[in-house]
């Protein structure tokens, strides 16, 4: 359970180094000045980075602590802090990409996934210090499902030349 709760810990904590300071800024500063049109693939871009620093801190193993409740508290921490700004950006998504061209129930859908990813990612940072390492395991799990999904429906494959 130790092991499991390292990983997660470690996975907020790496997307908590991504959310603050200059990485924050220069992203706040991009939505600032980008054309609404340009503004989902800034928020793409953010939402990309976010889920890497999770997937980074869900694999690490908490170091061997002599304080291990305290260590335990601070990656909760770090988890909280990540899933907070991963739930700030999904919010933005529904507005990012009204320029996409999505109608009626395409639109009603990815903007349900959109709401359910802010969700599932404000409940994790409500929760992240209060809950076991399988729970927040099984929340990241979520989370990573809501992206997958509407990836899978919405976005335009890539072309690799």
């Known amino acids: 359970m130790r092991r499991a709760l390292g990983t997660a810990l470690l996975l907020a904590a790496c997307i908590g180094a991504g959310c603050g300071g200059p990485a924050q800024l220069r992203y706040e500063?991009?939505?600032a000045h980008a054309p609404q049109s340009a503004e989902h693939a800034v928020h793409g871009r953010r939402l990309a980075q976010l889920m890497r620093e999770l997937d980074r801190l869900r694999r690490e193993r908490l170091p061997q602590a002599i304080d291990l409740r305290a260590e335990e508290t601070r990656k909760a921490g770090e988890i909280a802090r990540v899933a907070s700004a991963m739930a700030e950006a999904a919010d933005r998504i529904p507005e990012a990409a009204s320029d996409v061209g999505l109608a009626g129930e395409e639109r009603e859908a990815f903007t349900a996934l959109a709401e359910s990813l802010a969700r599932r990612s404000r409940r994790l940072a409500d929760d992240a210090g209060n809950i076991s390492a399988t729970a927040v395991q099984v929340r990241l799990r979520t989370i990573?499902?809501?992206?997958?999904?509407?990836h899978q429906r919405f976005r335009i494959p890539r072309v690799v030349p």
Not at 144 to 150: G, I, L, Q, R, V
């Open 29 to 31: 500063q991009e939505v």
């Open 144 to 150: 990573e499902t809501d992206c997958e999904a509407c």
